[in-house]
């Protein structure tokens, strides 16, 4: 049944390391090969082979109304029509500053670039060109993207600085990035009896890069006290959460406020985008009003901006579909779980919003470490099997899942009856 994505991934590698742009994409992490994909059709994917799947990654969390949705396809071609990019402002790009600035009241301005990566990447240098600190820090398992700083794994412990997680990054750099625990207030304490010099707490609020793992609420605002107290700013990378986990993102759903927003996926509806967000007197630190130096030469390309435009509109104009989506995606989990315990398995899960996690674990992981606990076994089996039914799931326990606006709660149902075969038989 895989036959000609089984080709096509092995002629692939021989061009494309790992045949793949981008490493997850390969399957590594339940032992498989990946479908290539033909094309998508509203809430399902075709791959080259001819079968059919219910997306559950939507392009890792952009196309939150699913493949092909018609609004969004007309504005890309019609945009698409007055060409392609300008390196030069367009209206468009004011409009989508505005669609995001409006949800906030802290926020006062945008700056789009390219891909997430890039703007947490800017987000940082902001914050350090804005507070004069060099140091920063992150929590374990999250995920910032692929740029140097944050490629980092815990060192000789946690709550200290770490060690490169990849070949290619100095350790001088990564001198400056503390790694810590995510919900582990104490540990976060000793990162600033550890350094006196930092400039930002990066955190996904909703972690979605180790599973779906929300942080606790008084651990969000220690983080936002320490900040307070030690002159650093907090940065909420929302570029999966936003649009995502709430019409605000994960910043709407917990008691704290971050000083920067970074922002990717939904916000370009499946185009290439990011951005960073702040209020006026820090964004006023950034070229060419301030010294802090950013630039992209396809920054806020307008056919992305259309596609996020939009999206956005779409979105702000049904705010009850994140009722509806969550709704659906405690259906789906719950389902799982029943499937799992009359079998005898451990399931633990967790929704926010769009956004599902599930985790072959005795107990509810908290963190990085205790993802490191799951049945991985297991779980490559029920992603391959579920595969094999036609559902389309995240390959790794470390990611998350979403619903899209167009999966009905028949397609859901389907999906449980599938997992309740397969469940059965996972032992
Ligand atoms: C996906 C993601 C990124 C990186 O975005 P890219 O567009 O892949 O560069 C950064 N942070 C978080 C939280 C993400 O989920």
Redesign the pocket.
């Known amino acids: 049944m895989f036959e000609k994505s089984l080709n096509a991934y092995n002629e692939a590698k021989e061009v494309i390391p790992g045949g793949v742009d ?1 490493p997850v994409r390969a399957f590594k992490g339940v032992l498989g090969t990946p479908p290539f994909i033909d094309r998508g059709e509203g809430a399902y994917l075709f791959d080259i082979d001819g079968n059919k799947y219910l997306d559950f990654v939507q392009s ?2 952009p196309l939150i109304f699913g493949h092909c949705d018609k609004d969004i396809e007309e504005a890309v071609i019609e945009t698409c029509k007055k060409g392609l990019s300008f390196g030069a402002p367009t209206l468009l790009e004011t409009s989508l500053a505005h669609e995001i600035t409006d949800m906030y009241d802290y926020i006062d301005k945008v700056r789009f670039v390219s ?6 990447m800017s987000a940082i240098r902001l914050a350090r060109g804005v507070t004069g600190k060099d140091d920063i820090l992150k929590f374990e398992g ?5 740029s140097d700083s944050l490629l980092v794994q815990a060192g000789s412990g946690l709550a200290t600085f770490g060690s490169p997680s990849s070949p290619g990054v100095p350790a001088d750099l990564i001198k400056h990035t503390l790694l810590s625990e995510y919900n582990n207030i104490e540990d976060l304490k000793k990162c600033f009896e550890n350094s006196s010099d930092i400039s930002c707490i990066i955190i ?1 609020p909703i972690a ?2 180790m599973g779906l793992i929300p942080a606790e609420q008084d651990f969000l605002k220690a983080c936002r006290d320490l900040c307070d107290e030690h002159g650093a700013l907090l940065i909420f ?5 936003g649009f995502r986990a709430s019409l605000t993102g994960a910043s709407g759903t917990v008691d704290t406020k971050a000083d920067i927003i ?1 922002f ?2 939904v916000i370009g509806a499946g185009m ?1 985008v ?1 951005a960073f967000a702040s209020s006026a007197s820090i964004m006023n630190h950034l070229s060419p009003d301030g010294t802090v130096y950013q630039a992209g030469t396809l920054s806020g390309n307008p056919v992305a901006m259309s596609a996020g435009l939009v999206s956005l509109k779409k979105l702000k104009a049904n705010p009850e579909v994140y009722v509806s989506l969550n709704a659906k995606a405690v259906k789906l989990t719950n389902g799982f779980k029943k499937a799992a315990s009359e079998n005898g398995i451990s399931l633990q899960v967790n929704t926010r919003g769009s956004m599902f996690g599930f985790f072959f674990c005795e107990n509810e992981p908290k963190n990085f470490k205790d993802v490191g606990l799951c049945n991985f076994d297991y779980f490559a089996k029920f992603h391959n099997e579920m595969l094999k039914k036609g559902f389309y799931f995240a390959c790794s326990q470390y990611e998350a899942g979403f619903i899209s606006t167009v999966m009905t709660d028949d397609m859901v149902n389907e999906c449980i009856e599938a997992a309740q075969e397969v469940l059965a038989k996972l032992k």
């Not at 891909?115 to 947490?120: H, I, L, P, R, Y």
């Not at 990378?237 to 959460?241: F, K, L, N, P, R």
């Open positions: 981008s890792w969390g891909s997430g990566t890039e703007a947490v999250c995920y910032h993207g692929h996904e979605g890069n990378d929302e570029v999966m959460t970074t990717g996926k290439p990011g």
